[in-house]
């Protein structure tokens, strides 16, 4: 079983940076492709970025394309999401997930496997 945790959200200004982790308790990440979500205020979740099981392949959503950076350590099971150059539009609950169905989706709804979120909030 996965269990997933976020970690290292919290408040910056405009322009600033933050390191967000996800690690597993269960079974070990290497095994799966993950996925970064946001959640903004009163919207759908909606894709960030995506790493395959050996960080060789990454995709991005364009509105973060050249500000975040998605990369996997399978030997400390962790994924991480350099967010930098952040927005007030950054704002949101972040969320990973592990690409059980090995379904290469950016759609939300394709994923089983969620982390409880962490919230990233960017002020202007």
């Known amino acids: 079983q996965v269990q997933l945790v976020e970690s290292g959200g919290g408040l910056v200004q405009t322009g600033g940076s933050l390191r967000l982790s996800c690690a597993s308790s269960g079974r070990t990440l290497s095994d799966y492709p993950m996925a970064w979500f946001r959640q903004p205020p009163g919207k759908e979740r909606e894709f960030v970025a995506r790493?395959?099981?050996?960080?060789?392949?990454?995709n991005y959503a364009d509105s973060v394309k050249g500000r975040f950076t998605i990369s996997r350590d399978n030997a400390k099971n962790t994924v991480s999401l350099q967010m930098n150059s952040l927005k007030p539009e950054d704002t949101a609950v972040y969320y990973c997930a592990a690409d059980r169905r090995y379904s290469s989706s950016t759609y939300f709804g394709d994923y089983d496997t969620w982390g409880q979120g962490t919230q990233v909030t960017v002020s202007s």
């Open positions: 790493i395959n099981r050996t960080g060789r392949t990454t």
